[in-house]
Structures are given as C-alpha cells and as structure tokens.
C-alpha cells in the first residue's frame, strides 16, 4: 500500500512540472494561460492518456505549405543559351615528373649505390561520346592534364597523372585547322586528343659497369598542346528544310512527340529539336526541325552556316513550303541552290516536297501549279489541322526503308534510334 502511494505521488509532481513547462511555452508562442491548458486537457480526455503524452511543440498552422512545384518549360531564348554547337578548346596534356638523384644510405652500407627513381608520366585527354549529353555548352575553353609526380629515393618511382576526359553528345566532329579529325558518331567512342609527356629518368637507370655512381637525372617532358575545334552536327534520319516561317515547327509537333517553340513571326526556332515517329512494328525514324534558312545561307548571312551545318548529317530531306507564300515552288528552288552552294550533292540526297498550310483557301489553287513545276512527289499537308498527316509518315517510312536497305548493302553501318 506503501508503494502504490509513492508511485502516485511521483506521477503527480512528473505531470506537473510538464504542466509548467508547456504553460511557459504557451506564453512564449503567444497562447494565453487557460488556452493551453484546455488544449492539453481536451487532447488528454479524447486520446484517453495523461497530458504529458499528448504535448506537441510544433504547430502544423504556422509552418509553410510545401505544395509540388510544377517545372516550368524553359522558353525558346533560354533554351538557345544553354545549347551551344561549335566550341574552340585548346588542350595541354599533363608533363611528365623529374626524375630522382640520390644514393642509397644505410648503416654498415657505405656503397649503397644510386636509387633515384623515375618520375610519373603526365595525364592524358580523352574526348568522350555521352548520349546523355545534349550540348556543348560544358565543354570549356582550356583543359591541362594532370602532371606526373617526380619521382623519389628507395628506387621510388613517380605517381602518373590521371586521364581528364571530355564528354560530348553524339555527332561532335573535331577538327584542327579546318581539317576533320574524327567524327564521333557513337555512343561511348573515344579519341585521345593529346599525349601526356614522359617521365623523367632517375640515376638508378643510368647504372652501368662503366659507370657505377651517376649523377645524371633528366627532367620529363611536357605534354602535347593542340587547339581543336568541336562541331555538333545532329543525328537525325530526316531534316525538315525550309524558309523562316514555314511551318516547320508545327509539323514536327503533329507527326511527333517534340515540343518546338511555336509563333507567327520568322526564327522562332533558334536551334534544332529532333523528333521520334513511331511505328506500330516499334520502328523510329528521327526528324529535326532545322532553323530556317536565308538567301545566301551559304555565304554566312544570319546564321546561315551554323544551320547548314546540321543537315550534313540527315539521309533523306523534306522540303517545307508555305503554300501561302506568292510563288512557292521559287522556294524550292533557292532551298536547293543554298544546299548545293554549302556541299556538293547535298540537295540531290532522298527528298520528299511538302506543302504546309493547305488549310489556307489562297493554298489550293497553288498545288497543282506547284506539281507542274517539279517532278517529285508533292505531300499536301496542314501542320495546324493535321490534314494528311498520315499519307506523310508513311511516305517518311518508304524513305527509312531504302535508306536501311542501301546502307546495309555498304560498308557504313546504318544508325538505328
């Protein structure tokens, strides 16, 4: 009986120094007196425990509301900031270490002899093809390697610097004073860039018979330095070419999944954006939407040779025109003129004529006029209705097709998505 009086005693004197506590934090936060203790006594009574098991510090009120943020879609300006196609690096492997001079000394070993150790070679530069790489723009404008140690006594040799690698998205082509070096076209490729120096050599390596003591010890040499330029060309099956304001934009968003930047005025499109078509035997075939192209593209007007340089890539071609234009079948003619003057036999590559914005009245008289004029298959589409969007993609699998076939027959491996 005793006990069980102590115990009760205990908890009594336990709960009411809690009491005083959570009445002092009370007054802190701004709570009156009579406030917190009904809180705390209407707690207790529902969860049917003592008050001291029911006491929060915190108040889910005053703490702020941490909704899902939803992440914004970059616009077409700040997109054109983060890619960047054409680099200029220039590249200093790393030096190799000096090489040691120094003799062996022990107790009760008085010829010990030469132990001096050779140094460590230098780092080499590796430029390596990452798909999650998207742009050039982390590559920066100098990298050095890193050099090798010197080397040491006890015949100690020096540490070699490490490899600094470089990544790359895929179809980076790099070249050294205009000349192309290699074209890096796949996943995972590498090209050593530049050669670390070699270490040194310590006076242990210059022991011989006639020569018992040297005290000869070379430094290393310095690493290779080159200056090289990088080049990213998209990889795309098929290239949509066209004048500023053709509609291109709009129909790689009806016959693909991409989002391009979309309005009413020239240049919306300020970088290419490859879409994927999908078949229904899981086939894909890329399309990049090329920027639009000036008169005297190939003279470097605008950005005209930064835009022609992305179609080198493309196997098959689709010439937009704006139906809504005067003479349309003049635009075909000068796309093919700039293409001709930028690379030889670029515009006799695959190609299919697509006339855009057939949802215009002015456009239908247009088309077979456009047709008297060429000798190609004409595709009238709507980029904006989705009008004979399908009779499209098929004619783009019939031009997959016989690219697969005519460079599966060639030695060059056919690129597959």
Known sequence: MLKVTMLTTLSRVKSQRWLSQITALGQIFGQPRGRSLSLLSHNSFRNGTS????????????????????????SEKKLTRYFVDYRTVKLLAGSGGKGACTFHSEPRKEWGGPDGGNGGDG????????????????????????????????????????????????????????????????????????????????????????????????????????VLQLELRTMAHAGLVGFPNAGKSSLLRAISNAKPAVAAYPFTTLNPHVG??????????????????????????????SFLRHIERCRFLLFVLDMSATEPWTQLQHLRYELEQYESGLSHRPHAIIANKMDLPEARGKLETLKSHVTQRVIPVSALTGQNTEELILHLRELYDGYLQGEGSGKEKATRW
């Open 276 to 305: 994927i078509v999908k078949y229904r035997d899981h086939e894909q075939v890329a399309v990049a939407d090329i920027p639009g192209i000036i008169r005297g593209a190939h003279l470097n007007r605008g950005l005209g040779i």
């Open 51 to 74: 008050g001291t098991r029911a006491v929060g510090t915190t108040c889910a009120l005053c703490a702020k509301v941490r909704g899902t943020q939803k992440k914004k879609d970059l």
């Open 123 to 226: 780092g080499n530069i590796f430029i390596k093809v990452d798909r999650l790489v998207k742009s050039l723009a982390q590559v920066t404008p100098v990298y050095k390697g890193e050099d090798g140690q010197s080397g040491g006594s006890k015949n100690c040799y020096g540490r070699n610097g490490s490899s600094t690698y470089i990544f790359v998205p895929i179809g980076t082509v790099v070249k050294e004073q205009g000349k192309t070096v290699v074209d890096l076209s796949e996943h995972g490729q590498e090209y050593l860039a530049v050669f670390g120096g070699a270490g040194g050599k310590g006076n242990r390596f210059f022991l011989s018979n006639e020569n018992r003591a040297p005290m000869t010890a070379t430094p290393g040499t310095k690493g290779q330095e080159r």
